[in-house]
């Protein structure tokens, strides 16, 4: 399904929720993306807005109704993400029973980027009814190993702890350094994200975690993962979903399911 067609097949959730006013989802519509393009680092435009991926991000984050979330890879998913998380902040504020939450930042999204001018570009386009509920952070990604498997690693990420987790970064040609030779500036090499391996043991249960595209990624965070996890792998639309299927840690721990 070109873009066009998934503007208009999602024309109508897009209205409804005014996400129009965020996004022109008509801006290079006709852009038919190339092998390389996201890999090469000589596309000099931000890859279009894909509606299909940008509601079902909207629709995710609205459904699991996460507190904190964490990006990595700025774009128009930030925006899509924050509005969300507004209207998330709406509804929980309407609430009648105001429960203690032992969480410093909740309805925020930190989002994780190697690029100071694409963060720069997307702070251009937020909205003042979303700008509070934003962080950036900048930094550089370095190859390493994950159990003598080589990966790449964010050498600074956030000091939090997230309840949703959306990956769609970095690209390949952002990582630095190289493993015996092998660099992941090799456009045929597909990125290997361990960040969240290294993240895990500090996860909370009810976590998800979105990997947008990245499937040789995703699957080397299954088997690498240790502890219990739904995986659904939608191959037609190219994302996995985790979710970290645990009990509650305790009463100040909670997500916002537990009070669903």
């Known amino acids: 399904m070109n873009r066009r067609e998934q503007y208009e097949d999602n024309r109508e959730y897009i209205h409804k929720n005014c996400l129009d006013k965020l996004i022109n989802f008509e801006e290079n519509i006709d852009y038919s993306e190339g092998a390389y393009d996201s890999v090469n680092g000589k596309l000099n435009i931000a890859i279009p807005p894909e509606a299909n991926d940008l509601v079902r991000l909207h629709k995710l984050i609205r459904e699991k109704k996460p507190f904190t979330v964490m990006e990595f890879g700025v774009g128009f998913s930030t925006l899509i993400i924050a509005d969300a998380l507004y209207k998330n902040k709406e509804d929980w504020e309407l609430r009648d ?3 203690q939450i032992r969480n410093r930042y909740m309805f925020r999204l930190f989002s994780v980027d190697v690029s100071r001018k694409w963060i720069e570009a997307t702070k251009c386009k937020i909205p003042t009814y979303i700008k509070d509920f934003i962080s950036f952070h900048v930094s550089n990604v370095v190859a390493g190993t994950y159990r003598d498997q080589i990966c790449h690693y964010y050498k600074s990420l956030p000091d939090i702890v997230p309840d949703f987790i959306y990956v769609d970064g970095p690209a390949s040609r952002d990582v630095k350094g190289s493993v015996h030779g092998l660099t992941f500036s090799c456009d045929e090499r597909t990125v ?7 993240m895990e043991p500090v996860f909370t249960p009810g976590l998800n975690i979105l ?35 645990e009990d509650s840690l305790g009463k100040y721990n909670k997500s916002w399911g537990d009070y669903i």
């Open 97 to 99: 029973v105001k429960d």
């Open 211 to 245: 990997i947008d595209g990245r499937t040789n990624n995703a699957r080397f965070l299954e088997r690498n993962f240790t502890r219990n996890y739904s995986v659904d792998w939608d191959k037609g639309n190219d994302i996995t979903l985790f979710s970290l299927e």
């Open 192 to 198: 290997m994200s361990a960040d969240l391996l290294l």
